[in-house]
């Protein structure tokens, strides 16, 4: 079995807003982590049959940009 990693770094201001996002995977072709002006990330629980959704976008993120992203 093969295992892949996924790590996302989120830098907040004072007041906590997401101002920098960068990810970066073990099977992905970029050599330095990349950056994001927005991400979405949900997980199911079949056990509880619930949901744990993060969607969080910096400063940068234009609202055109929100419409084409979702």
Same mark, same amino acid.
């Given at each position: @079995?093969?295992?892949?990693?996924? /790590?996302?770094?989120?830098?907040?201001? #004072?007041?906590?807003? &997401?101002?920098?996002?960068?990810? +970066? $995977? /073990?099977? #992905?072709? $970029? =050599?330095? &982590? +990349? =950056?994001?002006? $927005? @991400?979405?990330?949900?997980?199911?629980?079949? $056990?509880?049959?619930?949901?744990?959704?993060?969607?969080?976008? /910096? +400063?940068? @993120? @234009?609202?055109?940009?929100?419409?084409?992203?979702?």
């Amino acid at each position: @079995m093969v295992k892949s990693s996924i /790590t996302i770094d989120v830098e907040l201001d #004072s007041e906590r807003v &997401p101002s920098n996002i960068r990810w +970066q $995977a /073990t099977e #992905s072709t $970029a =050599n330095e &982590p +990349q =950056n994001a002006k $927005a @991400m979405m990330l949900s997980f199911w629980d079949a $056990a509880d049959k619930s949901a744990l959704r993060i969607d969080l976008w /910096t +400063q940068k @993120m @234009m609202v055109d940009e929100m419409a084409d992203f979702y």
